[in-house]
């Protein structure tokens, strides 16, 4: 499964591998900017929780991988719909955030 989302400029991309699982999954984070160059030597957060009582915002951090991928992993707890806030720090520019919702399969 791919989710994208493209709400900035510079434009952000989510591709999901596939359906994330309990437990352990990869993120993975494309960013270009308008005119579709990849972000380099920029910072990515990956920032996560179930919209419920109780639940902690987690934290991880992605991983520059080259060509505007960033890469990073998540720990879901349980199934059901999950909030995922991408942050993005560029060199000299404000920070952007984007949220995304993740289906998680038990």
């Known amino acids: 499964m791919f989710v994208t989302k ?3 400029t510079p434009s952000a991309y ?7 699982k309990i437990g352990q999954s990869a993120i993975r984070v494309r960013v270009r900017d ?7 030597q920029g910072k ?5 929780t179930m919209d419920m009582p109780g639940m902690t915002i987690e934290r991880a951090e992605a991983k520059e991988a080259g060509d505007g991928l960033y890469e990073g992993t998540a720990k879901f707890t349980m199934g059901g719909p999950w909030s995922l806030v991408v942050q993005i720090d560029r060199p000299g520019k404000p920070t952007l ?5 993740v ?3 038990g």
């Open 14 to 20: 989510f591709p999901g591998t596939d359906t994330p």
């Open 44 to 48: 990515v957060v990956l920032n996560y």
């Open 34 to 40: 308008a005119e579709g160059a990849p972000l380099k």
């Open 6 to 8: 493209r709400s900035w």
């Open 97 to 101: 955030r984007e949220k995304f919702v």
């Open 103 to 105: 289906r998680v399969s």
